[in-house]
């Protein structure tokens, strides 16, 4: 499989420069993942060439290196949102930031310092019908090709998630499944642990239950108030997201059913 | 209250040469730990001196620095053991390890290798009861301190733990509240985490709930199988239980409801 | 001891809250940190009743919950600053951000995007003496409290030191004392180490040689160029640097002679 | 490259089942691993059907999946020994232990309890020539694949480990490049570090300079004695160890230069 691969990559002048592959045996399914160096002409033909050598129910994707188009959905924490404008700033992201869209009008100022498009959909007086018709229509506007939850804190609806599927990335703040749901940091205070945590996740239709980015802890002690674990979180969750989205925006990331597949 | 306690001390010609204090607001409770040196002559001496001078609904314990005695419970595991047995045996665990009791033979060479009493407590053909009344008559014989529960794979009733209130620790392979119950390792990889861990607690009577002492975790990722994830758990179980083991017999830490003050 | 401080403290009203002691055996000094709840009306009459009190070499600081004022030098990296500047704009530095001065000019806009003034100071063309002069002016104009080197590229003199002795806090993109010196990455990636990190200390007149506050390490690995790991540790950089400012600006670090004792 | 070795494999009824690859640009090297299922008839003659497809400066390496054979080299420490020999009595070492050679008496007792040969070759009254000569004439009577320096304090001269190029292995207790040389723990105390850790690496004629295979650190604080670093530490260097052999024992590490590749 790997030589008919790299026949049809070689008469596009295309030469292999990195290449990981994985079997999942659980799912009875190949991973492949090829870089490389060369001028490509035709995205598309290069995709179809590769469907006609490979077996029937293979996905071929065929990613150029430009940059993501992103939404970041946030309520009112910043430092998520924050360090996702710093990097776009100084261009160190890998993604556009097309706009930044939240519940409330909090953030408004800060993204606005970044010359970044930031609309105001609140949840308010609405049905989430209504709210997520409201979302969705603010995104289609921007086309993202990814939406990153930033600390955005209302739950979406499976039909919304369905619009864009295995493209919306959420940050937990708590080492999954441990503390699934609300105020993780309250339970995790509660049952006195030793370590708290963040996990970054594709969002699918069951809460907090998507195939999983990366995950990181550090340690507490018994001194942590609730409050001060939120604050220790917070870099955390930066770190975390960060590093997820460093690793999707480079197309270095494969589901397979309800796990990822991480090319580091 | 510090003062009235330094003015007994030093009437015992004990110098405080360490003091850790600390207030559960939650709980309502103040707790400090004080380190002296000195040559004491009768230990409940002091301790009803103490008591006479605190508010009525204090405790206070008053450990010379001798070694606990400790029980050790394994199944067929030998990880944990042989950490301990090791330590043991150079003299470098803070405990004198009475005996090793297994509900299954495996351990028997390895455990008398190292000169230390095995005995083989089977749990099949018996009732719950019947294995824990067994266990619990060998047990008496040797009078520990500590029972530490090293990968023992039996759950233990309420009754059996009311016998040794807050003196039985177990390792938990997970870091829990994730994957509490059995086969952590199997839901980790069901899950797709990223990271496994373990966690060392004192047992209660709720499986898996009692008050954490101390947690890890360690990196993973797709190419880790179940079985995969069990290796390298090892080493983090054996980490988690040495450092839990070596706080609990310095008497560094403290339970309030269920959660612990570890005074490092 | 204790008990003497705790008159004095009860005198003016103070109710202890919670207090940390450390006898640093080496040094022969004896530390104490203790944070108390109540109004004080004159912070000058407190410590010079504490002075009365304690043995003739003792130093006594007492410092009101106030923000610290910080300059922040920079040279062109972004992302220390950035991190400062945004915690900074939503309230969670513990610090007021008085100014920020680079050698160069590349961080102006992104700096006055947040309101904070910005002063270009540049190093060219001018001795070091001219250089430091120019700077330490700009500095007297705002008082610091701090200076903090988020990634600030020359190297200042024994004499600029000395104008501002143990409130030069610096992170350096090393696990020290490895790597020390120039370009730190580049000599990791040749060493060919498998982990990289970043080190948070106080400044003296010896180069990368002064107080440690905290460091953290993260794992790389061959595949890592040494612009990967430039990248990898900027995250470590901002977290090393974000948690020391928090225990300083806290006043939960005390130095004794080349070490710092950290009241976590 | 990858089509010509595959077809030599399945001229042999080998099928890949895992493959990594990793150029090394510094170098100017590409370094393979591939992983096959099957039964070998004749190893070296599959080596050399490889040779006669590949680049003339090729290197073959074909290892059957069999346990290595080591010898462990220790002096007084007993951490990493005792490691390795529960892990070997158990089964899951991935090595045969041939022998244990000390230049010390002190763990004869606990070796020769696991049933493995002890040596005594003391250093004593001997030019380093002499020492060295009896350490070889023991090692070649057990023919090992590695030697393993489980906490050997010796210095090994050039001319030794020539006769064992990259199959000596070493733990060194510092985070290298940090604390090279004698006594690290006490450096690190010194120093006033808030990070202690080990280092994994092949022995090379520089001391402390061979190619790293893996290290790892833990946060200590500023109430850490020298002694207690090196409690601490006592865990990490077995788990450093413990991993790095087990890399090794899968022939998962490449030596490139002064650097290794890990196919983890």
Same mark, same amino acid.
């Given at each position: 499989?790997?030589?008919?691969?790299?026949?049809?990559?070689?008469?596009?002048? $295309?030469?292999?420069?990195?290449?990981?592959?994985?079997?999942?045996?659980?799912?009875?399914?190949?991973?492949?993942?090829?870089?490389?160096?060369?001028?490509?002409? &035709?995205?598309?033909?290069?995709?179809?060439?590769?469907?006609?050598?490979?077996?029937?129910?293979?996905?071929?994707?065929?990613?150029?290196?430009?940059?993501? =188009?992103?939404?970041?959905?946030?309520?009112?924490?910043?430092?998520? $949102?924050?360090?996702?404008?710093?990097?776009?700033?100084?261009?160190? $992201?890998?993604?556009?930031?097309?706009?930044?869209?939240?519940?409330?009008?909090?953030? =408004?100022?800060?993204?606005?310092?970044?010359?970044?498009?930031?609309?105001?959909?609140?949840?308010?007086?609405?049905?989430?019908?209504?709210?997520?018709?409201?979302?969705?229509? %603010?995104?289609?506007?921007?086309?993202?090709?990814?939406?990153?939850?930033?600390?955005?804190?209302?739950?979406?609806?499976?039909?919304?998630?369905?619009?864009?599927?295995?493209?919306?990335?959420?940050?937990?703040?708590?080492?999954?499944?441990?503390?699934?749901?609300?105020?993780?940091?309250?339970?995790?205070?509660?049952?006195?642990? %030793?370590?708290?945590?963040?996990?970054?996740?594709?969002?699918?239709?069951?809460? &907090?239950?998507?195939?999983?980015? /990366?995950?990181? /802890?550090?340690?507490?002690?018994?001194?942590? /108030?609730?409050?001060?674990?939120?604050?220790?979180?917070?870099?955390?969750?930066?770190?975390?997201?960060?590093?997820?989205?460093?690793?999707?925006?480079?197309?270095?990331?494969?589901?397979?059913?309800?796990?990822?597949?991480?090319?580091?």
């Amino acid at each position: 499989m790997v030589a008919l691969i790299a026949r049809v990559l070689a008469a596009h002048q $295309l030469n292999i420069i990195a290449m990981r592959e994985f079997v999942d045996e659980a799912a009875a399914r190949f991973f492949a993942r090829i870089e490389c160096s060369g001028v490509l002409a &035709d995205d598309e033909q290069l995709r179809q060439e590769l469907l006609a050598q490979l077996p029937g129910d293979t996905t071929v994707t065929v990613n150029p290196p430009q940059p993501k =188009r992103i939404a970041v959905l946030a309520t009112r924490e910043y430092h998520c $949102l924050g360090d996702i404008l710093v990097s776009h700033f100084f261009r160190t $992201l890998d993604a556009e930031v097309a706009c930044v869209i939240s519940n409330h009008d909090d953030l =408004r100022a800060f993204t606005e310092g970044f010359s970044r498009p930031f609309h105001h959909v609140p949840h308010e007086d609405r049905s989430r019908e209504q709210f997520e018709a409201a979302l969705l229509e %603010k995104l289609s506007d921007y086309s993202p090709d990814y939406i990153i939850l930033a600390k955005f804190m209302r739950i979406l609806s499976p039909e919304f998630i369905a619009r864009y599927p295995q493209r919306i990335l959420n940050i937990h703040h708590s080492f999954l499944p441990a503390f699934a749901g609300a105020r993780p940091y309250r339970q995790a205070f509660e049952r006195g642990v %030793k370590l708290i945590g963040a996990t970054a996740h594709f969002v699918t239709h069951e809460l &907090d239950e998507g195939p999983i980015i /990366t995950q990181q /802890t550090i340690a507490v002690n018994h001194t942590f /108030t609730a409050a001060r674990m939120v604050e220790a979180g917070r870099e955390v969750e930066k770190n975390v997201l960060n590093k997820a989205m460093r690793l999707v925006f480079r197309d270095q990331v494969f589901i397979s059913g309800n796990k990822t597949i991480v090319f580091e």
